[in-house]
């Protein structure tokens, strides 16, 4: 088996970014590669661990995207790299349709187990996020034999054609990839940096009347929310939004769905973002975070609701693949073992503290806010709530060619956020702020010059 020493974990530019060897290889994308799928940075990367990424170039960037909240146990974690070497030498895939295998079965027990609520659960494993999303819907529509799905304002729920439609921004996600899937509708969300003084309970009495009127109780199959929105700003809804929905669902037997895909796996300082204010969804929905970078993702509920599917209903060739089912159970472990959720709260604290302080020296920074390993922070035109995506984008590039790797995000393209792996130590991810902080005043250099 090969084992490679550890990346060192230490930012260093040998060229300039993008060097020699990554302009070639983006080239060699152009000429091979649908346009359509674009690319961050410009870098191509040969190995990665702990808080770094290193490119074809020799250039070790701080990595503060976990390749999208994927990597948080680290990038090549010694117990996800140990356990998938292990299983690709006995068996790389039979279908656990065709000749099913322990693994499988393992991965189902330990999200029952570690997922919110100590009813009696089931679990079915696919492959992806939207994938995972697609078969939730399948399953509160087969539980409640009726139709309609809600989705809120800002969501993101992925690019095949259901979670499209579930999707709330057009560009780049959805624009001219239409007709989309029927009976999604649509609520507003509770977003507190843009409702004023609207609480949680507010917000969602708000988001139920459209519900009703718009929908009506008796033909809705489920409501489905990130309980921290990710691609559509991180936005938190304030405390009360939540339990209010899963009441209203209880009551009302709809099946309410929790999209924790980019919020789960101790990524926000919990081991999901539900348990936060205590809501137990009926189904939950994971992904990235689970399996330490192996494609993998899971819906999880309520044995009744999970079992409304026929048999030989759900399933795909890949879903719950051995090598995947290996690293998700190492990567479970690991987050155990290591104290991952306390170190999410840790990394939450040290990025909060920075970012406010430089918040109150600049207030183009309109909001810091997050939880967890999960920060972001929504840029705006001084003075106003105006969103500032020209800001953002300057501040990310300028970050890039610098070695860090930080990501946008929101409806209005105005938000930076910080998804850092909980390998990375307290000195990069420092480091990494130092650089965003520059970054912030070249921006500011620039805007006067203009
Ligand atoms: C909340 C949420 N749901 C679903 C998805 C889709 O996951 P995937 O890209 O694995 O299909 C994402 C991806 O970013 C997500 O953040």
């Known amino acids: 088996m090969s084992v490679r020493p550890p990346v060192v974990q230490k930012r260093h530019l040998a060229t300039e970014l993008p060097g020699p060897r990554s302009r070639e290889l983006m080239a060699r994308k152009h000429a091979a590669v649908a346009a359509g799928v674009g690319t961050t940075m410009p870098v191509f990367a040969v190995e990665a661990g702990g808080g770094i990424v290193v490119d074809v170039d020799g250039n070790s960037l701080i990595d503060l995207g976990s390749g999208i909240a994927v990597t948080t146990v ?10 998938v070497q292990d299983q690709v030498a006995a068996f790389t895939h039979t279908c656990f349709m065709v000749t099913p295998y322990e693994g499988y079965v393992a991965v189902a027990e330990a999200l029952n187990r570690l997922t919110p609520g100590d009813h009696d659960k089931r679990t079915a494993l696919f492959n992806s996020g939207a994938e995972a999303v697609e078969n939730a819907v399948k399953i509160a529509r087969a539980h ?25 921004k057009s560009m780049p996600y959805k624009h001219g990839f239409g007709p989309f899937a029927s009976e999604v509708y649509r609520a507003p969300l509770s977003y507190p940096f843009r409702d004023g003084d ?3 309970a507010t917000a969602a009495a708000r988001a139920l009347d459209v519900v009703e009127k718009q929908v009506g109780a008796a033909n809705l199959a489920a409501i489905v929310i990130e309980p921290v929105q990710g691609e559509g700003g991180f936005i938190e809804p304030a ?11 209880r009551a009302n037997d709809v099946v309410f769905v929790a999209d924790e895909v980019q919020t789960g796996f101790a990524r926000t300082g919990d081991l999901f973002a539900c348990d936060h204010e205590g809501v137990v969804p009926d189904l939950i929905v994971t992904a990235k975070g689970i399996a330490g970078g192996l494609p993998l993702s899971a819906v999880t509920g309520r044995a009744e609701i999970m079992d409304a599917a026929h048999v030989a209903g759900l399933g795909g060739t890949y879903g719950g693949n051995p090598l995947a089912c290996a690293a998700a159970l190492a990567a479970i472990e690991t987050i155990e073992a290591e104290g991952l959720v306390e170190r999410a709260r840790e990394v939450g604290t040290l990025m909060t503290e920075r970012l406010r302080a430089l918040q109150a020296r600049d207030d183009r920074l309109g909001d810091v806010r997050g939880r967890g390993a999960m920060i972001a922070v929504e840029l705006v035109r ?6 500032d995506p020209d800001l953002a984008k300057a501040v990310a590039s300028a970050a890039h060619a610098e070695g860090v790797i930080v990501l946008t995000c929101g409806t209005y393209g105005n938000v930076l956020r910080f998804l850092p792996p909980l390998a990375i130590g307290d000195d990069l991810l420092g480091e990494g702020l130092d650089v965003l902080e520059a970054a912030f005043a070249a921006a500011a250099r620039s805007e006067a010059t203009r």
């Open 239 to 249: 405390s009360g939004f939540l339990p209010a929905l899963a009441a209203w669902c």
């Open 382 to 387: 001084p003075g106003t709530t105006d969103p």
């Open 198 to 200: 609207l609480d949680g």
């Open 144 to 168: 409640t034999k009726r139709q309609a799905v809600v989705v809120f304002d800002h969501a993101y729920h992925g690019r095949t054609n259901l979670t499209m439609a579930m999707t709330a």
């Open 74 to 83: 680290g990038n090549s974690a010694p117990r996800v790299v140990a356990a």
